[in-house]
């Protein structure tokens, strides 16, 4: 080899070295910065799915409110046709009351008499 060549060479080798000297943390900082703009998008996509499903529970929150109104209306509505046609909220009362007679299983039933009190069998299970 030549003089002339061997220098070429090793004079190119330095530019290559000083290159990758200068390069190589180039290279790091532009790395570090594409990663913090993906985290930053990937944290903005997460909050803007936070506040989407949040609004979507609101929504559906104010729309089962809205709906439960509206049965308590129909409820309402229901028991005043029921009770003007039983002769008013004491007819109504009483079919009530006769209703859940027949529900509570039990085989003695209590009739209120004067004043609201009810009979009571003092001495039904007295031995005799």
Known sequence: MKAGSIVTLGIS???????????LPQYGVWQQELAGRAELVRAEQNRRIAVLEAQARLEAEELNAAAEV???????EANAIVAEGLGGPEGYLRYLWI?????NGQDVIYIPTEAGLPILE??????Q
Do not use: K
């Open 13 to 23: 080798g330095v530019v290559v070295l000083g290159a990758a000297l200068w390069g």
């Open 122 to 127: 003092a001495t039904r299970h007295v031995a």
């Open 70 to 76: 509206a049965r308590a209306h129909g409820v309402a």
């Open 99 to 103: 209703q859940s007679l027949g529900e």
